[in-house]
């Protein structure tokens, strides 16, 4: 008999490792397969009724939807997308895995260093091709979009920085110079939403510190300040996050109107449209797939014209999603897939701890700016905290005889 170590080692490493290059040659999806039949390998049964209940109810209210959908090859393909994040709920609530909380850090700690890797890589392939970069130049090749790079960098961040305050000092050196070359690539990137959850976790991962060590409370405090300031600095020197903050300002200030002859606000309008989508199908949506085509529709009308450099477009020239997950199940599946995905971050956000809690937190922020749902890199990323939060709350004292 192969002990269970053996299997979990690789199908767990090979699930985490793959997430952050995302290839084209080899979806990231082919590692979670491994992971889960790996902890199926390896386990014992132990239903845990409720969290199935909710994740079997998310897949079938996704399936229900695309009854009366007017897209229903689109809603299959989004019903696609979205089903690993249900199969994975199901499962891993199906089995009793021992030790799992060590085998969970392992995997995260996979997970987090092959996210330093891949963008050292991008980093570095960027350089070599272009000098000195902003965000617009940055090549970020197979499946990954500068949203998603970033919200992987966020959360590898969250993850290395835990270890970091261990009496370790080489370790925690090391883990420290990863974790601000991490930030450093937020800050490159200059994905808004991310610019502006930094410091906010920033500020909350310093006060959880300082009231677990009262005697280190004004060191705690120099750090969080010198943190925040550097990070500042950064993003005001730097052209691509400086001109990404310029043009969040000019968003806020443009809300009905111009800034500088430009509209800059897509996403205001995109959610206007959205809004008025839900209005008038405010219960079971207009059904799973049809959101971008009814979204198109309706920016077809809007007569505001936005400019790349000096050349005018429309709206309606593009095909958008709603930049929104809570928007996109509204629209699709109505007020029951709303209530279906706030119960799985519900679930998610009081089921996790440490830094699994944050990047649950974390990806529901970055969610209201983004449709993770609509993409394969946010899915499967959801999926992959699925399994380890699922993990994670087997308690010690649940723990089935031998």
């Avoid at 696609?80 to 969970?104: E, F, R, T, Y």
């Amino acid at each position: 008999m192969i002990k269970q170590s053996s299997y979990l080692h690789y199908t767990g490493a090979a699930g985490a490792a793959l997430l952050p290059f995302a290839l084209l040659w080899l979806s990231p999806v082919y590692g979670l397969i491994l992971m889960a039949i790996g902890v199926l390998l390896a386990d014992t049964k132990n239903v845990r009724l409720a969290p199935i209940v909710l994740f079997l109810a998310f897949a079938i209210w996704q399936v229900l939807s695309i009854i009366w959908s007017g897209y229903r090859q689109a809603g299959w393909a989004d019903l696609v997308m979205v089903l690993p994040i249900a199969v994975m709920g199901v499962l891993m609530h199906s089995v009793h895995l021992k030790n799992a909380n060590i085998w969970v850090e392992r995997w995260m700690e996979t997970f987090a260093w092959a996210t330093v890797l891949a963008w050292t890589i991008i980093f570095c392939k960027s350089l070599y091709l272009n000098g000195w970069v902003n965000y617009k130049d940055f090549e970020l090749g197979g499946r990954l979009g500068l949203h998603f790079q970033s919200l992987y960098i966020f959360l590898a961040a969250l993850i290395l920085e835990r270890k970091i305050w261990r009496n370790t000092y080489g370790l925690s050196l090391m883990r420290a110079t990863a974790v601000l070359w991490l930030l450093l690539g937020i800050i490159v990137l200059s994905s808004r939403i991310h610019l502006l959850l930094v410091p906010i976790a920033l500020v909350a991962r310093f006060i959880e510190i300082g009231n677990h060590n009262k005697k280190q409370r004004k060191k705690t405090i120099f750090l969080a300040v010198a943190s925040l300031a550097a990070g500042a600095l950064l993003i005001t020197a730097l052209p691509g996050p400086r001109g990404r903050m310029i043009d969040l300002r000019n968003e806020v200030r443009s809300l009905q109107g111009k800034v500088d002859g430009k509209q800059t606000n897509h996403r205001v309008f995109i959610w206007q449209a959205g809004g008025e989508i839900i209005s008038n199908h405010p219960w079971i949506g207009i059904g799973n797939g049809a959101g971008e085509m009814e979204l198109h529709e309706n920016l077809s009308a809007l007569e505001a014209t936005f400019y790349r450099g000096k050349e005018p477009y429309r709206l309606d020239e593009f095909m958008y999603d709603f930049h929104c997950i809570w928007i996109q199940s509204w629209v699709e599946g109505g007020i029951v897939a709303v209530f279906l995905l706030l119960g799985i971050f519900i679930w998610g956000i009081a089921s996790s701890t440490g830094a699994l809690r944050y990047a649950w937190l974390a990806i529901l922020i970055s969610g209201t700016t983004e449709s993770l749902l609509d993409k394969q890199a946010g899915a499967l990323l959801i999926t992959f905290l699925v399994g380890l939060t699922a993990l994670q709350s087997l308690r010690e004292e649940r723990e089935l005889p031998s």
